[in-house]
């Protein structure tokens, strides 16, 4: 399994980003998909998941209201839309798959100014 993230940048606060993270050799029996970040300093967490099973999702309390997770299964693509960013949300971003192994794609990095 190999996921790919890309979508971070630069951006200030308000603004919007879309982060995708390409899943390559992933069977339909996975477990879970999805998204965290570790600031600068701080602990890495669980920014928001997708249940394989039902289509569950989690957000942290952070961002909830103001990211939602996605995915398309037919180009194994999924998404973060992140809204109304704030200085706060900057971090590196990483997409994760269980399957119930654990793989990690690299990070891409998101940066938001005040």
């Known amino acids: 399994v190999q996921l790919q993230a890309c979508g971070g940048g630069l951006v200030q606060a308000g603004a919007s980003l879309r982060l995708a993270c390409h899943i390559s050799?992933?069977?339909?029996?996975?477990?879970?998909i999805g998204w965290y970040r570790q600031g600068a300093g701080k602990e890495q967490e669980a920014v928001s998941c997708i249940s394989a099973s039902d289509g569950s999702t989690y957000y942290a309390d952070a961002v909830k209201g103001r990211f939602t997770i996605s995915r398309d299964s037919a180009k194994n693509i999924m998404y973060l839309q992140m809204n109304s960013l704030k200085p706060g949300d900057t971090a590196v971003y990483y997409c994760?798959?269980?399957?119930?192994?654990?793989?990690w794609g690299q990070g891409t990095l998101v940066t938001v100014s005040s």
């Open positions: 050799g992933i069977q339909k029996d996975y477990y879970l």
């Open positions: 994760k798959a269980v399957t119930p192994n654990h793989y």
